[in-house]
């Protein structure tokens, strides 16, 4: 029974990630990470390193990309959970719109992905230890992502 509860836990935090993220609360966005975190983002750039970072650093550097947007919607689906004792892994496919007005041609950029991601049981329940996304494929207009790191850095 354990194992069910313990699956559900880290279902509900892949949920809470996208949720957070469109919802833009990311008081409670924050509360899902462990701090500090294992992120690997080399998947969406190479240019990225993977890092260990503090919870604050990932939320602020998520924020000020994704405040740039005028909405997101992120959809992760089938989440397949594996279990070892006070840690886990999961690896769900994900779908993310990113709208942004003003540019020129489409509003829309869309990325489609694969998250495999690591989990810990801490006091009070599970976090998201470490955060891998790799873009299996994109679509609309990329100008729209541009922009938004561009607005979110000050490079002019």
């Keep these: 029974m354990r194992?069910?509860?313990?699956?559900?836990?880290?279902?509900?935090?892949?949920?809470?990630?996208?949720?957070?993220?469109?919802?833009?609360?990311?008081?409670?966005?924050?509360?899902?990470?462990?701090?500090?975190?294992?992120?690997?983002?080399?998947?969406?750039?190479?240019?990225?390193?993977?890092?260990?970072?503090?919870?604050?650093?990932?939320?602020?550097?998520?924020?000020?990309?994704?405040?740039?947007?005028?909405?997101?919607?992120?959809?992760?689906?089938?989440?397949?959970?594996?279990l070892e004792g006070d840690e886990a892994r999961a690896r769900a496919v994900m779908r993310a719109e990113h709208w942004l007005s003003g540019l020129r041609g489409p509003a829309r950029y869309t990325m489609f992905g694969v998250y495999e991601n690591g989990f810990k049981r801490r006091t009070a329940g599970w976090v998201i230890s470490s955060l891998s996304l790799r873009v299996t494929r994109d679509e609309g207009n990329l100008d729209v992502w541009a922009e938004a790191i561009r607005r979110a850095t000050g490079d002019a």
């Design 3 to 82: 194992s069910l509860q313990d699956e559900f836990a880290i279902r509900r935090l892949m949920d809470r990630y996208g949720s957070g993220v469109d919802e833009r609360d990311w008081e409670a966005w924050s509360t899902i990470f462990d701090d500090p975190m294992t992120t690997d983002f080399t998947g969406i750039d190479p240019a990225f390193t993977p890092a260990t970072v503090s919870r604050a650093d990932h939320v602020a550097g998520t924020r000020s990309v994704i405040d740039q947007f005028d909405a997101t919607q992120h959809m992760i689906t089938n989440v397949q959970v594996s």
